[in-house]
């Protein structure tokens, strides 16, 4: 996580517009099927393991993850880091509203977190080039989008140099944690690694993405293997 802000902090600080994506296991099964995601994963300029599906399959490859890096937690922490560098942050997404607590909340966390602007996630195709250039206008560092996976994703990859945020990152329901419209699971819960379950016991349309995890693993099982024969072949 530390790695992670560091990251972030350098690239706002250098030139350019950086995707950042914090991968959970739903999307790397997308990531594995579909070409086009799985360019824009693999173009970002930092991913974080993001739950304990993905800290799996890095374990079954051979990667080694320090740790987990929810997008729920880096969000919280990015603010801080924000909030201390003078960085401005916009929130875009989630229902009309929602952005707004979130950053008041996140605003009363961290003294001084400069926020550039406020947009809800619910905007029609023509309303789309407005938002882009609400975004411009307000010059942010970060850019926090809040629409979903892959929607956040793809948005960010087609439109995040127009907005020219120096970071943009996706945070799928986040701002409905921050500004009160959902709940995280205990710490405890977290802390043990079952934050999926509570999950889908308390949204029950998730069970139809935590489906797809079997499928990503036995993926993953089956790259380690074809691996292993290749190098017992060449070796
Ligand atoms: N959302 C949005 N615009 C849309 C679709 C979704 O702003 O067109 C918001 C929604 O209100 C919610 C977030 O995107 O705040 C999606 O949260 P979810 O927990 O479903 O994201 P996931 O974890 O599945 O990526």
Redesign the pocket.
């Known amino acids: 996580m530390d790695e992670a802000v560091a990251s972030v902090r350098s690239l706002v600080q250098s030139g350019g517009s950086h995707h950042v994506i914090t991968l959970n296991v739903t999307m790397l099964g997308r990531a594995a099927r579909d070409e086009g995601f799985r360019r824009i994963v693999n173009s970002a300029a930092l991913v974080t393991a993001d739950g304990m599906g993905t800290l799996l399959v890095g374990r079954i490859l051979g990667v080694r993850f320090p740790e987990r890096v929810a997008g729920v937690d880096l969000t919280d922490r990015l603010c801080a880091m924000c909030a201390t560098e003078g960085f401005r942050v916009f929130f875009f997404?989630?229902?009309p509203g929602?952005a707004e607590a979130a950053a008041d909340r996140l605003r009363r966390r961290h003294h001084g977190l400069r926020v550039a602007g406020i947009r809800?996630?619910?905007v029609s195709a023509d309303e789309e080039p407005e938002v882009i250039a609400q975004i411009r206008r307000s010059a942010p560092d970060l850019v926090l989008v809040?629409?979903?996976?892959p929607?956040?994703e793809d948005w960010l990859a087609r439109h995040l140099a127009e907005t020219r945020a120096r970071v943009g990152m996706?945070v799928?329901?986040s701002?409905?944690v921050y500004g009160g419209r959902s709940r995280l699971a205990p710490e405890w819960i977290r802390a043990i690694g079952l934050e999926w379950l509570y999950r889908i016991l308390r949204e029950p349309r998730r069970w139809r993405?935590a489906a797809a995890i079997p499928g990503v693993i036995a993926l993953a099982v089956k790259e380690r293997m074809s691996r292993r024969w290749k190098s017992t072949k060449t070796g």
């Not at 809040?146 to 996976?149: F, I, K, P, R, V």
């Open positions: 997404g989630a229902a929602v809800h996630g619910y809040a629409l979903g996976s929607k956040q996706g799928g329901g701002f409905d993405a």
